[in-house]
């Protein structure tokens, strides 16, 4: 498997499973995959703030004063152009949802694991 792709499981190359990992090592992952998931949401934020000046610079192009505001509209929403953008917006939403799912994944793991660590050392002191 590549460097960077994922498996099956959504896992990268570079991270370990779950099951292997200590505290320490959970925290570094879901940092660095906390900082993965806010450079996606900003890049996807950034696309749809940018939706409407796509739109008007195609309408723009297209716009020849002859036809009206509903055609210039479809025209513009149908342009390969306009496509190709809203695909990129989808995929860059997609990401950002991917990321944030594998983050929260982690910080519920961590929570896990450290109950689980309170509940033996309160287990030992039973014993």
Not at 6 to 30: C, F, M, Q, Y
Not at 73 to 88: A, G, V
């Amino acid at each position: 498997m590549a460097e960077g792709r994922d498996d099956k499981n959504g896992r990268t190359d570079s991270t370990p499973a779950a099951d292997k990992l200590g505290l320490e090592e959970i925290v570094h992952v879901a940092n660095r995959i906390g900082l993965e998931y806010a450079n996606a949401k900003r890049e996807a934020e950034r696309l749809e703030l940018l939706k409407p000046t796509v739109r008007a610079r195609i309408a723009i192009r297209l716009d020849d004063d002859a036809i009206s505001e509903a055609k210039l509209r479809r025209l513009t929403e149908t342009d390969p152009e306009y496509i190709e953008f809203i695909e990129k917006l989808v995929a860059a939403k997609g990401e950002s949802d991917k990321l944030r799912i594998r983050y929260e994944s982690y910080k519920n793991l961590f929570e896990a694991k450290r109950s689980l660590l309170s509940y033996q050392k309160a287990e030992m002191k039973l014993i």
